[in-house]
């Protein structure tokens, strides 16, 4: 069987589990109400929580940095070197975050493999929650050191796992997400510092879908609960509109970032529209306070009148609302029938969640309306009745 065959027949393996994903095509900007395929929907699977994708200061700022600055930033810094917008990000980005320094890099993904890597090597240890994002389970992989998986929020289990393998690792690291992408539940954070200080271990926590939502001003879960981790990692294209992540950690930390990281070095650097864009989002999200009560409302919202239809939908914290299904086939049924009621939710699927939990991945917004909310609560409540008559 020649090569192309061969693709084929893996594509169709992916089409007969139920596990072929084809992205939509939206034109124009993200929003509450997007156009997708050149439809008008109700968009409730975005990760821009506070709304601000679409904020006209934040384009402007975009807009002047590529007259000003140009549209790229011509090659990895360590070969073209750092231009001001980094620096001056950087030192915003460290200081919102309450840490020496910050080191940017191109996606949350980078970040993670990056860091970890950056890290820790063979005669290592590193001890991830059983639920953590791909980036960070990748990361663990990549650096060669010994992986520890503990039980999602388990931390018995990672204490035991503690006593047991960290006498026999050179360093160690613990790392977690804050706020939970699948499942929108949160890290014991106080626990885990307590842990990394009782065995002399590093503590990695990814604010990703915390930072912006959660804390004051809106800078994540650790600042939340009062824990001050080694290693922060912060994105920017959840709810600062636009896309990025940054590491904040201790200066010592972040240079060896720079020098280590494969994922910093061998990329190339952001360009500066997409920085002074972020540094634009800053205030903005900083000050949002009225967008989280705002989120947190229409998440609480949608949270009850899911359940009170019947639907299996976990306790959480925050804009992540899954509503557990199961069953592949069942799930993207579900999806394209909210679809065709103009309410765009996606179904999510293994391998991002285990097999048997495939799920409907809901997320508020700060932006969404009452009759959003309301427009999506009937499309539910027709659909699951039209799908399970179907069946």
Avoid at 97 to 123: C, D, H, K, R, W
Avoid at 355 to 365: I, Y
């Amino acid at each position: 069987m020649g090569f192309q065959s061969q693709i084929e027949e893996a594509l169709q393996e992916l089409e007969n589990a139920g596990l072929r994903r084809s992205p939509p095509q939206i034109s124009g900007p993200q929003g509450r109400e997007i156009q997708l395929n050149g439809r008008a929907v109700l968009c409730f699977c975005s990760n821009n929580y506070l709304g601000l994708a679409d904020h006209p200061d934040i384009a402007a700022a975009a807009q002047l940095a590529a007259q000003d600055e140009g549209a790229g930033s011509g090659a990895s810094r360590l070969i073209s070197g750092t231009m001001d917008a980094h620096v001056e990000a950087e030192a915003a980005l460290a200081a919102y975050a309450g840490m020496e320094s910050a080191v940017l890099f191109s996606s949350g993904y980078a970040a993670n493999i990056g860091t970890i890597q950056a890290l820790l090597g063979p005669g290592d240890a590193v001890f991830s929650d059983a639920l953590n994002h791909a980036s960070l389970i990748d990361g663990c992989r990549l650096s060669r050191a010994q992986v520890h998986v503990y039980q999602h929020r388990d931390t018995e289990h990672l204490a035991s796992l503690l006593e047991s393998e960290r006498p026999k690792a050179r360093r160690a690291l613990i790392v977690s997400d804050s706020l939970f992408s699948m499942d929108g539940d949160l890290a014991p954070l106080g626990s885990l510092s307590e842990l990394a200080t009782r065995h002399a271990a590093g503590l990695m926590i990814d604010e990703a879908h915390a930072l912006g939502v959660l804390g004051p001003e809106g800078r994540g879960l650790a600042a939340e609960q009062g824990v001050r981790p080694d290693i922060l990692v912060g994105t920017l294209g959840k709810s600062f509109g636009v896309a990025g992540a940054f590491v904040a950690a201790s200066s010592d930390m972040a240079s060896l970032l720079r020098n280590r990281a494969r994922s910093f070095v061998y990329s190339t650097a952001p360009p500066p529209p997409l920085l002074r864009a972020a540094m634009a989002a800053l205030p903005l999200v900083r000050d949002a306070e009225a967008r989280r009560s705002a989120l947190m409302a229409n998440a609480s919202r949608l949270r009850v009148e899911l359940r009170a239809l019947g639907l299996e939908v976990p306790e959480g914290v925050g804009p992540i609302i899954p509503v557990l299904i199961g069953e592949n086939a069942h799930t993207m049924r579900l999806s394209a029938g909210l679809l065709e009621r103009g309410v765009f939710v996606q179904g999510i699927r293994p391998p991002t969640v285990a097999p048997g939990s495939a799920r409907l991945r809901l997320t508020a917004m700060a932006t969404h309306r009452s009759e959003d909310i309301d427009k999506a609560i009937e499309a539910f409540a027709v659909t699951i009745e039209r799908v399970q008559g179907d069946e």
